[in-house]
């Protein structure tokens, strides 16, 4: 019985972590193997139900819809950690100048961090690949800069409870230069919150990249993208009923096991949340 | 004070919504409990239709409006001198009949009478004179369109007459006069034509709320005896195609266009008819970038392109080849077999890519509108097709509003994909977009023989000649491999109970006139 | 009073950023609403004189300062593409999107907060780890796949749903269920999951204090400690999450009316965006940024309602 109950308490780092290795698996394999050219077409055999030869079915044009599937890890991972990078980095940046200068800069940078917020996400995404055009690279830019607010706010609370602590006191009497107190002392002391929330940040970039594929922009086509392929699998829901659910059942098996990481995460570090 | 009113104002719209949403419009309240009078109780088929369409009208004034989607309904409402067959022909409209000088300059109108506007007013020659000053700009706006810059005059010699002297002839002229390019509009109506559009059409306008729908309803004094059948027609706004069929599924909608890969869901459950568009779908190049300057260059992508490929995955086979901007659709004016001028050869392709001096290809880009998923699916292909042949395509998808201002308008593009919409007339099919004193064409090409045969039939009056030239102006289109023309979509159209009557023309409108249901 | 002026100051340095923010992203978005709306069959002519019409052919940043001076008399200003005023077309829609999100937030809480006490008293064991898992599903579908799902295995298998459009609900509640419920539960069900896990977390805290303890051995039954006690002292922490969670639904909107073709501010959004109409846009953010912040402000003052120890400050 205890064990039983071990396993249920972690099971959301169980399933997280399986989760994200499994398909950090598939990417690596789809590197230098895929049962098929990702983006040959042959028209002939469009959407063949799954079988032994296509594992998952074939698309509308007859590519290897597991192949793309594969292929599409590459592309999940990019978005996601492009994402997250540049959302933790500014986000950091902006928060952690806020929170630690805290006066004018705090009430300048939050301000415009609020009416960031007030921008329901995927709208701004929609305007700033606009601007800067589609693709992969860009759609991440878009997403990144989403992401900011949120981390921001995070970041800044986190350096506000740690700016008069003791152990930064004692370094700024030590002569310590702010920047090295602010990334070197204080940033580490929070890093377990950073995470949490660059995990989320991972796991609402793929679900804005399939909103954004819904819209018709995102990643650009025939670069395998599972939003992109939820978005092309609407035509045939009747029809071929199973195409949906390769890319579909990905996004939510990925997302779903970053939130569960991000919560294994959370309750490790608040014990009070058991 | 006041200010803080306002400010007021704007912090309450919260609650407002609400209190709204709890007690809503009564104007909706009242449509919809209004009795109809006037159905026939002949029938139990209830004479109202709602009939989908993927967006907005731009502007319900005909003079205003612009985009194609907007004629589609508002020619319900409207009527020209002249009206649109469905053949590409012409008929007399608010005209009872007409004569054409021997110069080809005067053209000489007899106006149809006891027709009455929508207000119950009747149809004057004041309201064709103000509705032709009003085009040209002559009652002090602006000129709304180019149409009729080659009017020397208009006047109205009695009540019934009404006279147009052109300063140079032009064939195509009559083409001109539709409700689509010159409806005639109540004097009376002055400065609310968008608001509350009125016309002399089968159907009178009701109402129009935005992102929702636009009601019109039956016009009991048309003077064409017994039509329109249908009591109310609705158009309701719905742009999720994949979303609409399901509507048809639910029978929220009575008639919209089926996917092409979704057709076999609906055909045993409801009832289908084909329309041939009479668009164009089109592979075009920048013909002043290189590579696409080349003729070889375009000749080679002629030849590697398969169209039998696009019609087969995107269009799920409904679909003709083309083999330049002129449809089957339009009868005769089509020269037939040009559309197997370039067949599938990735060899011949090649060797025309050596011979222009790429033997190892190049890298090119293709610039497609997102609003719809056809084009980003036909890039796809066409990239897949044209890395046989050692061109490698990189796909950019942009919003329709970046496509329009970039490629179409600022013709800062390599390669690109859309469907040329079909135009009422075999001239202005060939003219528009491709001609080089067109404005619209976005291609940039040019060339000299087809610039005089453009010119030339215009001064053509027998129309077995009219048609060799624009016969010649296919082949040219075919031999300089202006463009891969792809095909004429067919749209599928599913409605839930027995349409007849649905008359398709060869460009957007979809006539209710003669629509009814039967069981 | 402080507080309510504070407030009132920050909710307009807010719109002022936002509408900066748009104004500084429309400087430099391509496309241009005119050519958009009228599409290819427009000849110069008609763009110069509809350009012209609707001062469109001003400088962008005078169309911004005109936008400012008229929000300061209360005007939204007239829309590009719709050729009406902004007003008129944000009242149109509010009914819809507000019904939408009332209804959205009345199943969040139906499902979660139950939900949430039940697996907060099986801590751990099968089924609150399942219902944790399950409902964590529920966050990670992708919206418009929900909603699509939803139309294809619900809406269309039950004729009392509808699938597109909207009736209002004075002229039938039942009609106006039939087309919120499920664009309701497309976007009920991502943040069931949020607020199930902060209703569970936030009754675990409260029954781990001191007091629950010492009432429960003065022997007072487990159904008296949970909703006379607990469920009250909980309340406090639900309340944070819940205003994240109204925010998101009003994000939630947008996608979901595309979807399921409510014609509500979401999907007027949509539209105004790609046909680049500055005025109507701004509108739209400005209600966003408004609602958000009348949403915010409700939740503080239900603090200190909750919580006599919290004062507005």
Redesign the interface.
């Known amino acids: 019985m205890d064990i039983v109950k071990r396993y249920m308490k972690n099971i959301n780092l169980l399933i997280g972590l399986l989760v994200i290795v499994g398909f950090l698996l598939v990417m690596i394999t789809s590197f230098f193997y895929t049962p098929y050219d990702v983006n040959m077409m042959n028209i002939p055999e469009k959407l063949h139900s799954p079988s032994s030869k296509y594992l998952f079915g074939t698309d509308e044009f007859g590519r290897d819809i597991f192949s793309r599937m594969m292929k599409g890890t590459q592309t999940a991972f990019a978005v996601g950690l492009l994402t997250v990078i540049i959302g933790t980095s500014f986000g950091i940046l902006i928060g952690g100048l806020a929170g630690f200068l805290g006066g004018w800069v705090d009430e300048l940078f939050m301000r415009l961090m609020d009416a960031l917020m007030a921008f329901p996400g995927i709208i701004l995404a929609l305007m700033l690949v606009a601007v800067f055009g589609p693709g992969v690279v860009n759609t991440a830019i878009a997403l990144g800069v989403i992401a900011i607010p949120a981390i921001s706010r995070i970041a800044r609370s986190g350096f506000v409870q740690h700016r008069d602590a003791e152990y930064v006191l004692a370094a700024k009497l030590i002569g310590v230069k702010p920047y090295n107190i602010m990334f070197r002392h204080i940033l580490p002391n929070i890093s377990s919150q950073i995470i949490v929330a660059a995990t989320v940040t991972f796991a609402t970039a793929m679900l804005a990249e399939a909103a954004l594929s819904y819209l018709g922009l995102g990643v650009q086509p025939p670069n395998p993208s599972w939003g992109r392929m939820l978005k092309d699998s609407q035509a045939y829901l009747v029809k071929a009923s199973w195409y949906t659910f390769a890319p579909g059942g990905a996004i939510t098996l990925l997302v779903l096991g970053l939130y569960m990481l991000s919560n294994a995460v959370r309750d490790y570090m608040d014990p009070r949340s058991k | 004070m006041k200010q803080t009113r306002n400010w007021v104002f704007l912090m309450l719209l919260l609650l407002l919504g609400v209190m709204i949403s709890a007690c809503s419009n009564d104007n909706d309240k009242k449509d919809t409990n209004k009795v109809p009078t006037n159905v026939p109780v002949t029938t139990d088929t209830p004479q109202e239709i709602v009939v989908r369409i993927n967006d907005d009208p731009d502007f319900l004034d005909p003079h205003k409006a612009t985009a194609s989607i907007s004629y589609q309904m508002i020619l319900n409402i409207f009527e020209g001198l002249m009206a649109p067959e469905t053949d590409g022909s012409l008929k007399e409209g608010l005209a009872e009949s007409y004569e054409i000088s021997q110069d080809g300059l005067t053209y000489t109108f007899k106006i149809r009478s006891g027709v009455k506007f929508h207000n119950g007013e009747d149809l004057t020659i004041e309201d064709i004179q103000y509705s032709f000053d009003r085009l040209m700009g002559k009652n002090g706006g602006e000129k709304m369109s180019n149409n009729f810059d080659n009017v020397a005059s208009t006047e109205a010699p009695d009540t019934t007459t009404f006279v147009i002297k052109l300063k140079e002839p032009n064939s195509n002229f009559l083409y001109s006069l539709t409700a689509r390019q010159a409806a005639i509009i109540p004097k009376s109506n002055d400065g609310k034509h968008n608001e509350n559009p009125i016309g002399t059409g089968p159907f009178a306008y009701v109402k129009y709320a935005p992102g929702s729908n636009l009601v019109l309803k039956k016009n009991e004094s048309y003077w064409k005896e017994g039509l329109p059948y249908l009591d109310k027609v609705t158009f309701a706004f719905q742009s999720d195609d994949q979303a609409a069929i399901m509507s048809l599924m639910a029978n929220e909608v009575d008639l919209t266009s089926v996917p092409w890969q979704r057709v076999n869901e609906v055909e045993n459950s409801h009832h289908l008819s084909h329309q041939n568009n009479n668009s164009s779908l089109i592979v075009t190049f920048n013909e002043t970038k290189a590579p696409f300057d080349n003729i070889k260059v375009r000749q080679a992508m002629n030849y590697a392109i398969s169209k039998a490929d696009i019609i087969d995955s995107v269009f799920a086979g409904y679909a003709v080849p083309l083999g330049s901007n002129m449809s089957p659709a339009m009868g005769d004016y089509q020269k037939k077999g040009l559309e197997d001028k370039y067949k599938l050869d990735v060899a011949k392709a090649k060797a025309l890519l050596a011979e222009a001096g790429y033997p190892d290809g190049f890298k090119t880009k293709i610039t497609v509108s997102s609003h719809n998923d056809i084009y980003s699916n036909i890039a796809q292909i066409v990239a897949a097709n044209l890395k046989e042949i050692g061109v490698d395509v990189e796909i950019e998808v942009v919003e329709w509003g970046i496509w329009l201002d970039r490629v179409y308008f600022g013709r800062d593009y390599t390669m690109t994909t859309i469907d040329l919409t079909g135009r009422a007339s075999a001239y202005e099919i060939l003219n528009d977009y491709i001609s080089t004193n067109d404005s619209e064409n976005f291609f940039l090409f040019k060339n000299e023989e087809y610039d005089n045969i453009m010119a030339d039939v215009l001064k053509e009056t027998d129309t077995a000649k009219q048609i060799a030239y624009y016969q010649r102006a296919q082949e040219i289109l075919a031999e300089q491999a202006v463009s891969v023309y792809v095909a004429d979509y067919q749209i599928v159209w599913g409605s839930d109970k027995q349409v007849i009557g649905l008359k398709s023309y060869p460009f957007w409108f979809h006539d209710m006139s003669e629509v009814k249901f039967s069981n | 009073m402080m507080y309510m002026i504070r407030r009132f100051i920050l909710l307009m340095?807010?719109i002022l950023?936002?509408s900066?923010?748009t104004f500084g992203?429309f400087q430099?978005?391509?496309?241009?609403?005119v050519?958009?709306?009228?599409?290819?069959?427009?000849?110069?002519?008609?763009i110069e004189?509809?350009r012209s019409?609707l001062g469109l052919d001003r400088p962008l940043y005078e169309q911004y300062t005109d936008w400012i001076k008229g929000l300061?008399?209360?005007e939204l200003g007239h829309s590009i593409?719709?050729?009406?005023p902004v007003k008129d077309?944000?009242?149109?829609?509010?009914?819809?999107?507000?019904?939408l999100a009332?209804l959205t937030l009345t199943i969040v809480l139906m499902v979660s907060l139950p939900l949430g006490m039940f697996a907060a008293r099986r801590q751990?064991?099968?089924s609150?780890?399942s219902l944790s898992?399950l409902t964590?599903?529920g966050?990670?579908?992708?919206?418009?796949?929900l909603g699509?799902m939803l139309?294809?295995y619900v809406?269309?298998q039950f004729?009392f749903f509808?699938?597109?459009?909207?009736i209002?609900?004075?002229?039938s509640i039942a009609g106006a269920l039939s087309t919120l419920i499920l664009p309701a539960l497309t976007i009920a069900i991502p943040q069931i999951a949020v607020n199930f896990?902060y209703v569970r977390?936030a009754i675990?805290?409260q029954m781990?204090l001191d007091y629950v303890r010492t009432i429960r051995s003065k022997g007072m039954s487990e159904r008296n400690v949970m909703y006379k006690h607990v469920l009250k002292n909980a309340m406090i922490p639900i309340l944070t999450v819940f205003g994240l969670i109204m925010?998101e639904v009003?994000?939630g909107t947008?996608?979901v009316e595309?979807?399921?073709?409510l014609?509500g501010v979401?999907?007027?959004?949509?539209?105004a965006?790609?046909?680049?109409d500055f005025p109507l846009v701004q509108g739209i953010?400005m209600?966003?940024?408004?609602?958000?912040?009348?949403i915010n402000f409700i939740v503080d003052i239900l603090y200190s309602v909750l919580d006599p120890r919290i004062r507005l400050r």
């Open positions: 340095t807010t950023l936002v900066m923010i992203v430099i978005l391509p496309g241009d609403p050519r958009t709306m009228l599409g290819t069959e427009a000849d110069a002519t008609q004189n509809l019409e300061l008399t209360g593409r719709f050729s009406m077309l944000l009242l149109d829609r509010l009914p819809v999107t507000m019904s009332v751990n064991k099968l609150d780890v898992t964590q599903i966050m990670a579908v992708p919206s418009f796949w699509m139309i294809l809406g269309m004729s509808k699938i597109s459009g909207y209002p609900w004075s002229q896990r977390t675990l805290e781990q925010a009003v994000a947008i996608i595309q979807v399921f073709s014609p979401g999907q007027l959004l949509i539209t965006i790609s046909n680049r953010v209600y966003i940024t408004v609602a958000v912040v009348v």
